[in-house]
């Protein structure tokens, strides 16, 4: 696949966000446009993602939770 070189952080960052490898961000963009359905492996790693940033702000409400309030 052949797309300008300015494009690798713009396409890395947004593959970052969505806590999936830049292949399977590409491989998610490229079914999206054909109107192809989305690869089961690509699925399961934005269900995985879905389920690690569910957890990360569940810890981060109960570190609130537990910080000591000021007077």
């Known amino acids: 696949m052949r797309y300008p070189d300015t494009y690798d952080p713009i396409i890395a960052e947004i593959a970052r966000k969505s806590g999936i490898p830049v292949s399977s961000w590409l491989a998610l963009a490229v079914s999206q446009q054909a109107g192809l359905e989305i690869p089961d492996y690509v ?29």
């Open 43 to 71: 699925k399961d790693e934005l269900e995985e993602a879905a389920r690690k940033r569910a957890i990360q702000e569940s810890e981060q409400e109960l570190e609130m939770l537990e910080m000591p309030q000021s007077a």
